[in-house]
């Protein structure tokens, strides 16, 4: 497998479990809503031993803490998770952006920082022409 490949993966896997987290937080704000352990703005006390009788459904109170303790679980591991793929996609930009050679340092400004290969050939002070053979030598 090519640097390459592995660093988009690793970048994609950060995205899937972003999206993840994004989905236990907004199940959270509905188990506290359907629990309605904010309590509703008409009513100043709020009976959690019974099920709504106002036509609106309630989640019983012992459930939703159960599924909120469990949620919580998840969105932890999640934010865990994506801090140490953040900080390997770190390292490894890190480790890369020390490559030597022009192939290298092309294929690291294309990849990794995302530049356009005008942009590189300035910065390295090569010519466009020269600098979009050397990444035709490198395929993504």
């Not at 099920?51 to 989640?59: E, R, T």
């Not at 140490?84 to 340092?105: A, F, P, Q, Y």
Request: net charge neutral; aromatic share 6%.
């Amino acid at each position: 497998m090519r640097l390459n490949d592995s660093y988009m993966d690793l970048c994609n896997s950060i995205d899937a479990w972003k999206v993840r987290l994004d989905g236990y937080r907004a199940e959270l704000k509905a188990v506290i809503k359907l629990a309605k352990l904010n309590g509703p703005s008409d009513i100043q006390g709020v009976d959690y031993s019974k099920v709504g009788s106002s036509g609106s459904a309630q989640l019983p109170l012992l459930e939703a803490l159960e599924r909120i303790h469990r949620i919580e679980s998840h969105i932890l591991l999640h934010e865990e998770t994506i801090a140490h793929l953040e900080e390997t996609k770190r390292k490894m930009e890190e480790k890369v952006s020390e490559l030597r050679g022009l192939d290298n340092k092309v294929v690291y400004m294309r990849d990794f920082q995302g530049k356009k290969l005008k942009e590189i050939a300035d910065e390295l002070g090569y010519s466009y022409d020269y600098i979009r053979e050397v990444s035709a030598k490198n395929p993504r």
